[in-house]
């Protein structure tokens, strides 16, 4: 049995290259699914702190004063759903960076923007328009919001 990178396949191609180029489409899975997950988080996280302000304004719930304390639930839930966005973005920039260097491997040195040289590479190139950024604004006004109406809830109310 040959290895990877030892001869070639009944159809004449590299072991290697063909192993690589079923990892690249994998790795392109695993970050279509962290985006994926993403974008579910920024979905079901708010739909969860509505849920936990519902509940605590009902008027059974409003009656303990140790209840207000449950008003720092939101907050926390948002402060997590930012700690989820960050480890996810890290994940996904550690698979782009390896993606980059199969690319590398496969087009060698190249003119980004006048041959093909990689989907990664070339957008790693170009200019971003900060959806990490914007990401992370969304996440930090929930938190603000949510702590502002948990610190009015808590001590003025």
């Known amino acids: 049995a040959k290895g990877v990178g030892a001869g070639g396949d009944a159809a004449g191609r590299p072991v290697r290259q063909e192993f690589t180029l079923s990892e690249y489409a994998a790795l392109q899975t695993k970050i279509d699914r962290a985006v994926t997950d993403l974008q579910r988080v920024e ?3 708010p739909l969860a702190i509505a849920a936990v302000y ?3 304004w009902k008027d059974s719930v409003q009656a303990g004063a140790a209840a207000r304390w449950l008003h720092l639930l939101p ?3 948002a402060m997590f759903g930012l700690h989820r966005q960050e480890v996810r973005y890290a994940y996904i920039s550690k698979v782009e960076a390896y993606l980059r260097r199969v690319e590398a491997a496969i087009y060698g040195q190249c003119d980004l923007h006048n041959s093909v040289c990689g989907w990664e590479r070339y957008y ?3 200019v971003h328009y900060g959806h990490r950024s914007a990401r992370r604004i969304f996440w930090l006004v929930l938190i603000l919001a949510t702590s502002l109406l948990a610190v009015y809830q808590i001590w003025f109310r």
Request: without cysteine.
């Open 43 to 45: 979905t079901v996280v």
């Open 124 to 126: 790693g190139s170009v």
């Open 75 to 77: 907050p926390v839930m």
């Open 54 to 56: 519902v509940w605590l």
